[in-house]
């Protein structure tokens, strides 16, 4: 059974998630709050398996607050709810570290993305990750060093961040398509990592993210 937390100022919405997520047999919502503050009780007093949260909220909103959790319990897999696909607060959710952000009108997404973010990938509405290669000049460049990735793999890396696809890459780099194909199976190995979507939400959320 998955646990969950859902934070929310809006109280109409704390109630429909929780009748939402109630519906799947697999999620167990242990705990409602509205605040940042209510957040950070919360996740201490319960240590759910994936907390839910709003961003926009009274003094302390959901980011500032999931920077206090993950520092706090760096294991801590916070999904955001927004109705705002907006850029600052997209790069500022993924240097949180948080595992997703999703778009609040898309409801029936909310519970296949808790499953998602248990079995370790990350979920982004296709709002979100269609602004990510928009969000590229934001954001340095990270580090994979530690990954043992070499120079050419890192180029790769930044073309399907910037959402080019194999033969766009192989026409970039003066690459065959196939020679490509095999340059990111192996990244993804290295990476452990299933897919290009997987690999271009971690160069943006990569430890080494930080504002220009």
């Not at 302390?60 to 600052?88: H, M, Q, S, V, Y």
Request: proline share 3%; glycine share 4%; hydrophobic share 45%.
């Amino acid at each position: 059974m998955i646990t969950a937390i859902i934070v929310d100022d809006d109280n109409f919405i704390c109630t429909s998630l929780t009748i939402i997520l109630k519906n799947d047999p697999d999620i167990d919502v242990v705990a409602v709050g509205i605040s940042g503050e209510q957040a950070i009780c919360l996740y201490e007093s319960h240590h759910p398996d994936v907390l839910l949260m709003d961003i926009r909220m009274g003094q302390l909103n959901g980011l500032e607050a999931a920077e206090i959790i993950i520092r706090d319990n760096p294991e801590a897999k916070i999904i955001f709810l927004t109705t705002f696909a907006d850029d600052e607060y997209i790069v500022k959710a993924l240097r949180t570290k948080a595992k997703g952000y999703l778009i609040k009108q898309n409801a029936d997404a909310i519970a296949p993305a808790i499953k998602a973010v248990m079995s370790g990938q990350s979920v982004f509405g296709s709002e979100v990750t269609s602004k990510l290669p928009l969000l590229i000049d934001d954001i340095s460049k990270p580090d994979l060093s530690r990954f043992s990735i070499v120079e050419r793999e890192m180029e790769i890396i930044e073309l399907v961040a910037k959402g080019l696809n194999n033969r766009e890459i192989a026409d970039r780099l003066f690459l065959s398509e196939g020679t490509v194909r095999n340059y990111l199976s192996t990244i993804l190995e290295k990476l452990e990592i299933r897919d290009r979507t997987q690999l271009a939400v971690m160069y943006y959320k990569s430890e080494g993210l930080q504002q220009k």
